[in-house]
């Protein structure tokens, strides 16, 4: 009886209408938006669409409703724009208010010219490995209630924040598209939330890198390891280990680089982190 109960529980806890906390909304460039259909969950899930993509609904709020959550662009443009919403009663058009942030600066030395200033060489293979890492942030999985409330993938002091205006020996570069963690050499990785590793690979800037997708448009993005500790097509579920901390590609020091990507959009990670208890 007790084991019954129990796996009920499990159902209800994983029911897309529960939310455990309320979903981030943060309308700047590299925010989100999160935006209510007012359907009620109860409805079949209507589409979402922001700038020409599709975008995550989750049913959240009580009483439950289907609501978007849509990554803004860190070059998006102060302004009004607008979110669509296609099923129930036909298409819903809700303005979206993005207000300007300024985000600071951060200045890095790098001894490896070449991660500066790539040869002809470099730069083919860095086109490469582009398309291979945008094939997987444009990529969908549909999900029922894809899981967005990560814990840290490593603890350890935060080494450059998402956001910051970049330049790398003093040449402006585009700006900190994820969290950086610094962490020794070999410190394991966790997964924040569950999915499906759908990258891995060895590239020019990003080292040793893996990609998970967690459904619906969700894509995290870890960089540098010293060691992948999975493969693609792998399922994983949070806490499970994916790899090792390390200075691999264009790097400075041990560190992990986590990103969090948003209908192809790269996000600031800290609006997706449970909230830590109280010791």
Known sequence: MKTVLFFLL?????????????????????????????????????????????????????????????GLPLGLQPGTHHLEFIGGNGKQRHAIEVKPHAYPEQRITIKNKRQVNPNPLDLERIGRERKLMDSAFRGWRDTDAPQWQFVLPVEGPRSSAFGLRRFFNDQPRKPHSGLDVAAPAGTPIQAPGAGVVVRTGEYFFNGNTVMIDHGQGLVTMYCHLQ???????????????????GATG???????????SLNDVRVDPDLFLVPQQPQ
Request: no cysteine; net charge neutral; charged share 15%.
């Open 10 to 70: 499990a159902l209800i806890w994983q029911s897309p209408a529960i939310a455990a906390q309320p979903l981030p909304d943060q309308r700047v460039p590299g925010g989100v938006a999160a935006v209510d259909s007012g359907l009620p969950a109860t409805t079949m899930r209507p589409q979402a669409w922001f700038r020409g993509k599709r975008v995550l609904v989750i049913a959240s709020g009580e009483p439950a409703t289907w609501q978007a959550l849509a």
């Open 227 to 245: 060691e992948i500790q999975v493969a693609e097509g792998q399922p994983v579920t949070v806490g499970d280990i994916i790899g090792q901390v």
């Open 250 to 260: 264009r790097a400075t020091g041990p560190h992990l680089h986590w990103s969090v």
